[in-house]
C-alpha cells in the first residue's frame, strides 16, 4: 500500500464527508480520525506477514466507506447499520491487537503498548456507535460522544504512538509512563461515572504520564520527522491543562473552562496538532519492531509419566554434565557437586505462600493436583523432596541433554521439570520445561554468580537476554508477566541452602525454602 495515494484518498473522503456534513463543526473532529488518522496509523502498525495485512483490503472499504455513507445521506433510518459497519471495523482491529500480543506476550513492553491502542479502537466504536443509534447509555448525548472521541485519540492513537516511541527508548520511566496512559481511560471514565474527584485524580495521572513521554521524546535520538514527533507530544502537554482546568471545576463547582471551551481548544488542539504531526513524523519515521525471542522450545506437552519419557535403565547423574558450561566463574564445590550429582543429595522444602495470594492458592491447587505439576503443598511445614533425574528419550523433547527431574512429597508429584539449555551471543542459559496440558511453560534463566552464591534468574539482565517465563502453545511463545528467582549458597560443608521467589507483575506471591544435605 503507497502511503501518498492512501493520504490523499482519506483526505478526499474527510473534505467529501465535510462538505455534506449537517451537524456542529467539531462533530468532524471523530470524522477525522475515523477517515484520516486511523487508516494512516494502522498503515504504520501492520506487517505483511500478518493476517490482518491480507484481511484489510477487503474490509477496509466497508469501515471507511460508512462513515463517509453517514455524512452523505444525512441523518436516516440507516445510521445505526452503517455506525454498526463501522463498529465490527473496530472490533476486528482490536482482534488484530490481540492476536499480536498472544503470538508475543509481555516480552515487549512497547508492543503491548500498541495492542492497547488498537484493542481500545474497539471501545471507541462502540461508544460512536451508541451515540449514533441514540442509545441510553446514562449520559447526554455530546458526552457520549465525547467518549467516543476519547477513545479514538487518547486511547488509540496516543498508545500507538507511545509505542512506536517506545521502539527507540525505553526505560522504567517509559514502562511507569505508558503505564499510566493504558489504566487512565478506565479511570478517567469511572471518574465520570461514580466521583468527579477520581476524574480529577485521572487527569492528574494523564498529566504525570504525558509529560514524562515529552521528556523521553527530546531526549530519544530520531533519526527523522523528529521535531514533528516533539511538537505532537507537546501539544498534549497544553490539552492536558484544559483537562485539568475542566475536571477542576467539576470537583470544585468554579467552572473556568466549558465543555465549548474544551471543544475549541483542546479538540482542535488533539485533531490538528497531535494527531496529525504524529502521524506524518511518525510516517517520516517508522522505528522497526525488536525481534521476538527464538530459542529450542520442548516439543513434550500435556501431563507426563517419568515412565513415559526416561530412556530405558538411564538414571541419570545430575541436572548438568558441567557447570562450567554456564561461565558463572568459581563456585562452591559443594554448589557444582550439587547440579553435576543431584541424586546424592537430599531435598527439603518450605512452601510459603504469601498472604494476599492464599485465598487464590487454594483454587491453584486444586488445579495442580490434577495436572500434577508445580503441585506445592498449601502447608508451610517442612516436607522431603523425594524422587530422581532421568535422560530424556531420544527425538521426544528436540532440545540437547534433556533430563527429566520427578520430584515428589508424600508419593505426590510435585514437578516433572525437563532440564535443557541453549546458547546465544556467548551465552548459556539454562532452559526449563514444565508440560502441562495442551502446552508447556519455558523458564529461561540467567546463572551468575552473586558473592559467594549462585543466582539462577528469569529476569533480564540486558535488553536481549532470552530470560523470562513463557507459555509454549503450538507454534507461539508468550512471555508471562512472572519473574523468578533462585538463591543457592552453601551453608556448611556438605549443605546448601536456596530460595526460591516467585512474582506476579512485580509482586511477590510464592517463596520456597530448600535446605539441601549430601545423602
Known amino acids: 500500500m503507497n502511503v501518498y495515494k492512501t493520504a490523499v484518498l482519506c483526505g478526499l473522503m474527510f473534505f467529501l464527508s465535510a462538505a455534506f456534513?449537517?451537524?456542529?463543526?467539531?462533530?468532524?473532529?471523530?470524522?477525522?480520525?475515523q477517515l484520516v488518522y486511523v487508516p494512516l496509523v494502522l498503515m504504520l502498525v501492520m506487517q505483511k506477514e500478518d493476517w490482518f495485512y491480507k484481511t484489510?483490503?477487503?474490509?477496509?472499504?466497508?469501515?471507511?466507506?460508512?462513515?463517509?455513507?453517514?455524512?452523505?445521506?444525512?441523518?436516516?433510518?440507516?445510521?445505526?447499520?452503517?455506525?454498526?459497519?463501522?463498529?465490527?471495523?473496530?472490533?476486528?482491529?482490536?482482534?488484530?491487537?490481540?492476536?499480536?500480543?498472544?503470538?508475543?506476550?509481555?516480552?515487549?513492553?512497547?508492543?503491548?503498548?500498541?495492542?492497547?491502542?488498537?484493542?481500545?479502537?474497539?471501545?471507541?466504536?462502540?461508544?460512536?456507535?451508541?451515540?449514533?443509534a441514540e442509545i441510553d447509555t446514562g449520559f447526554s448525548p455530546i458526552i457520549t460522544?465525547?467518549?467516543?472521541?476519547?477513545?479514538?485519540?487518547?486511547?488509540?492513537?496516543?498508545?500507538?504512538f507511545a509505542g512506536f516511541l517506545g521502539r527507540i527508548l525505553k526505560g522504567t520511566v517509559y514502562r511507569a509512563a505508558v503505564s499510566i496512559l493504558i489504566v487512565s481511560p478506565a479511570i478517567v471514565a469511572a471518574g465520570i461515572a461514580f466521583s468527579v474527584w477520581l476524574e480529577l485524580f485521572s487527569v492528574i495521572l494523564y498529566i504525570i504520564g504525558i509529560y514524562a513521554l515529552i521528556w523521553l521524546s527530546f531526549k530519544a535520538q530520531i533519526p527523522g520527522g523528529k521535531w514533528l514527533i516533539r511538537l505532537s507530544f507537546l501539544s498534549l502537554g497544553i490539552t492536558?491543562?484544559?483537562?485539568?482546568?475542566?475536571?477542576?471545576?467539576?470537583?470544585?463547582?468554579?467552572?473556568?473552562?466549558?465543555?465549548?471551551?474544551?471543544?475549541?481548544?483542546?479538540?482542535?488542539?488533539?485533531?490538528?496538532?497531535?494527531?496529525?504531526?504524529?502521524?506524518?513524523?511518525?510516517?517520516?519515521?517508522?522505528?522497526?519492531?525488536a525481534a521476538l525471542p527464538s530459542f529450542p522450545v520442548s516439543k513434550i506437552r500435556g501431563r507426563q509419566h517419568v515412565a513415559d519419557l526416561?530412556?530405558?535403565?538411564?538414571?541419570?547423574?545430575?541436572?548438568?554434565?558441567?557447570?562450567?558450561?554456564?561461565g558463572t566463574g568459581p563456585l562452591s564445590e559443594t554448589i557444582v557437586d550439587f547440579y553435576e550429582h543431584t541424586k546424592e543429595y537430599s531435598l527439603f522444602a518450605e512452601v510459603h505462600w504469601h498472604t494476599w495470594f492464599k485465598p487464590f492458592a487454594f483454587f491453584y491447587h486444586w488445579i495442580s493436583s490434577r495436572t500434577e505439576q508445580i503441585n506445592l503443598p498449601l502447608s508451610s511445614a517442612q516436607k522431603e523432596m523425594t524422587g530422581g533425574i532421568y535422560t530424556v528419550k531420544e527425538g521426544l523433547d528436540g532440545r540437547p541433554s534433556v533430563r527429566a527431574w520427578h520430584r515428589q512429597i508424600d508419593?505426590?508429584?510435585?514437578?516433572?521439570?525437563?532440564?535443557?539449555?541453549?546458547?546465544?551471543?556467548?551465552?548459556?542459559?539454562?532452559?526449563?520445561?514444565?508440560?502441562?496440558?495442551?502446552?508447556?511453560?519455558?523458564?529461561?534463566?540467567?546463572?551468575?554468580k552473586a558473592c559467594d552464591s549462585l543466582l539462577l534468574t528469569s529476569r533480564k539482565q540486558n535488553p536481549s537476554s532470552d530470560a523470562g517465563i513463557y507459555l509454549s502453545w503450538k507454534d507461539h511463545l508468550f512471555k508471562l508477566p512472572l519473574d523468578e528467582v533462585f538463591r543457592v549458597e552453601e551453608t556448611e560443608d556438605g549443605k546448601l541452602s536456596a530460595t526460591h521467589h516467585m512474582k506476579a507483575a512485580g509482586?511477590?506471591?510464592l517463596t520456597i525454602g530448600y535446605t539441601i544435605c549430601k545423602k
Open 21 to 33: 456534513h449537517e451537524g456542529p463543526w467539531y462533530y468532524l473532529l471523530l470524522t477525522a480520525a
Open 56 to 132: 484489510y483490503k477487503w474490509i477496509a472499504p466497508f469501515g471507511y466507506g460508512s462513515i463517509l455513507l453517514l455524512h452523505i445521506l444525512g441523518p436516516s433510518p440507516a445510521d445505526p447499520i452503517l455506525a454498526g459497519v463501522y463498529l465490527l471495523f473496530a472490533v476486528i482491529v482490536a482482534s488484530y491487537g490481540f492476536t499480536r500480543f498472544l503470538k508475543r506476550g509481555f516480552v515487549h513492553f512497547e508492543e503491548f503498548s500498541i495492542d492497547m491502542g488498537l484493542i481500545s479502537l474497539m471501545i471507541g466504536g462502540g461508544w460512536f456507535f451508541a451515540h449514533i
Open 145 to 160: 460522544w465525547l467518549t467516543g472521541i476519547h477513545f479514538h485519540y487518547s486511547s488509540f492513537l496516543l498508545p500507538v
Open 240 to 289: 492536558i491543562l484544559f483537562s485539568l482546568a475542566y475536571a477542576s471545576g467539576n470537583a470544585f463547582g468554579k467552572y473556568a473552562v466549558s465543555i465549548d471551551t474544551m471543544l475549541k481548544f483542546h479538540g482542535v488542539l488533539n485533531g490538528g496538532v497531535f494527531a496529525l504531526a504524529g502521524v506524518i513524523g511518525w510516517h517520516v519515521y517508522k522505528p522497526a519492531s
Open 310 to 326: 526416561a530412556a530405558e535403565a538411564q538414571i541419570h547423574e545430575g541436572l548438568v554434565d558441567d557447570m562450567k558450561i554456564y
Open 411 to 448: 508419593e505426590k508429584t510435585v514437578f516433572l521439570a525437563l532440564y535443557s539449555y541453549h546458547q546465544k551471543d556467548g551465552e548459556t542459559y539454562m532452559n526449563i520445561a514444565l508440560p502441562l496440558p495442551g502446552c508447556s511453560m519455558i523458564g529461561i534463566l540467567e546463572l551468575s
Open 507 to 509: 509482586i511477590p506471591f
